[in-house]
């Protein structure tokens, strides 16, 4: 790993980390970081490991062969200028949008069947089915960019100066439903640089044992 990767692991760490003056976890999240705490639906939520050293991962993630096309595994890099991220990054930007930072929006892409099985706490879902840019409804596409993703609607030309940083999660690596999103999104224009993928998505975050959420009713 390069210097300035481990410099900017450190400092994401560092920005996660609360004062505490001991761990009664035996599992965490990283060395320095046993939990970190965020707002779901108004109420306060711990994202944590689960501390069973037995725990195995959930049933609707254990497979490992999904039919390919359509559950075909992702490339590790979406679309150019896109950055792909892991558990700690998304962690971070979930804090940081829980701690009051309007200009973050941390999205899961699943359909609502998916999303009841479970999801990440303070993430957003947005259907990727309604944000599919050329077969959603337009007018329900319109209404998610400018009323959740910051984006203006200008004499019919999209404006993206305040267009929010998009953090997008959907299955796995074998799930096309974020990267759809993400690929449509790039095609009217919003800027590469202000979306982030979790490939890893609910896959890894399950074989982690993070803290999942459902969503409220």
């Given amino acids: 790993m ?18 505490f003056t001991a761990s009664a976890l035996d599992v965490n999240i990283a060395a320095d970081l046993p939990s970190v705490d965020v707002m779901n639906n108004g109420q306060k939520v711990t ?21 390919c096309p359509p559950f075909c595994i992702q490339p590790g890099q979406i679309a150019l200028g896109v950055e792909t991220i892991g558990e700690l990054e998304i962690i971070h930007y979930l804090k940081k949008m829980s701690d009051g930072d309007a200009s973050i929006i941390v999205v899961d892409s699943r359909t609502p069947d998916w999303v009841e099985k479970g ?27 400018e009323k959740q993703l910051g984006v203006k609607n200008q004499d019919g ?45 609910m896959q890894d975050w399950e074989i982690l044992g993070l803290s999942t959420v459902k969503p409220a009713k």
């Fill in 47 to 67: 994202i944590q490991r689960n501390q069973d050293a037995n725990n195995t991962v959930n049933p609707d993630f254990a497979k490992t062969s999904r039919k």
């Fill in 157 to 201: 030309f999209y404006m993206f100066d305040n267009a929010k940083t998009v953090v997008m999660f959907c299955n796995g690596p074998w799930c096309g439903q974020s990267p759809t999103n993400i690929k449509g999104l790039l095609k009217i224009g919003y800027p590469a640089n202000k979306i982030k993928w979790y490939r890893g998505g």
């Fill in 2 to 19: 390069k210097m300035s990767q481990l410099l900017s692991v450190s400092a994401l760490l560092a920005a996660l980390v609360t004062p």
């Fill in 119 to 145: 999801t990440i706490a303070g993430a957003v879902n947005i259907p990727w089915d309604k944000l599919n840019i050329g077969k959603s409804d337009p007018i329900t596409v319109q209404d998610i960019l």
